[in-house]
């Protein structure tokens, strides 16, 4: 999976414009051969999670501002959870003079796999999109969850 | 969708309301002119509506953004962020029309507008002959 910096792409496209040599020209012909990588608008700066356990479940957080539950795809399969994200730039004019001065987010796609340290019972893994964070409530398969034995009367 | 529509506030908040403990974190911002005014976006993941405060004030746009971490703190298995709050200021160099900006709080994106001045705008002047 590819990861983008922006502001990285930013910073070298500013770098190399002033300058004019030879030297700096087989730069640029570099640059444009690895530029196409980074101007790869699907793939998006990975969100960070945090993960923690909450009694017999596995919970995760995740950050994702201007994300639309549709645009959202989670699949889990034994202790394996698979995130996948789709983020739209939001939509704006190209006419009435419009232009960027700043550009620091980062949008387009990612997909993310991450190994749990248990097992998962699949079937009720609840998932909520709140104010741009992903939270999973993620229950433990039964055989890793503590079977409590009653005493005999 | 559930836009909200934030108040802008044309003063300071109150420095007691700010938490001592909370890490406070420069929201990442996206910001585009136009002929009629400017318009800022922010990724303000964690924070609800009314904890979201935008003033105007001597050209200057400062946005706040509080995080209420939940009542205990986790052992995390895996940490890759922090929680806490947000905090940018931006200085705005045209005069802006301070009655009409407008911010809306989407999905934890904010979106602030800043419409411009009438003077301000660029105008595209007819060459009489």
Not at chain 1, 101 to 110: A, C, K, P, Y
Not at chain 2, 73 to 102: A, C, D, K, M, W
């Amino acid at each position: 999976m590819v990861t983008t910096d922006f502001p990285m792409i930013r910073a070298l496209d500013s770098w190399r414009q002033p300058m004019e040599s030879p030297l700096t020209r087989f730069f640029d012909s570099v640059f444009e051969d690895v530029h196409p990588l980074w101007s790869i608008s699907a793939a998006m700066q990975m969100p960070p999670v945090n993960l923690w356990e909450e009694g017999d479940n596995v919970m995760l957080e995740c950050e994702l501002p201007g994300v639309k539950p549709d645009q959202v795809d989670i699949e889990v399969s034994g202790d394996q959870l698979r995130l996948s994200v789709r983020r739209d730039e939001p939509g704006v004019e190209e006419k009435n003079g419009g232009r960027w001065l700043r550009r620091e987010r980062s949008f387009g796609q990612f997909t993310r796999t991450l190994k749990l340290p248990y097992e998962l019972d699949a079937e009720k893994v609840e998932a909520k999109l709140h104010n741009g964070i992903l939270t999973l409530t993620m229950p433990k398969a039964p055989h890793h969850r503590p079977h409590r034995v009653k005493l005999l009367k | 969708m559930n836009a909200t529509a934030i108040e802008v506030k044309k003063t300071q908040l109150a420095s007691g309301e700010k938490s001592e403990r909370m890490a406070y974190f420069e929201a990442p911002a996206d910001v585009r002119e136009d002929n009629d005014g400017i318009s800022i976006w922010l990724d303000t993941p964690g924070a609800a509506p009314e904890s979201v405060s935008v003033t105007y004030e001597n050209g200057s746009l400062s946005v706040e953004a509080s995080v209420i971490p939940g009542v205990s703190r986790p052992q995390y298995l895996l940490q890759e962020y922090e929680l806490g709050s947000y905090r940018r200021n931006f200085r705005i160099g045209v005069p802006v029309n301070v009655e009409e900006i407008t911010a809306d709080l989407n999905n934890g994106e904010l979106h602030v507008r800043l419409p411009k001045a009438h003077a301000a705008k660029a105008r595209k002047i007819a060459v009489r002959t």
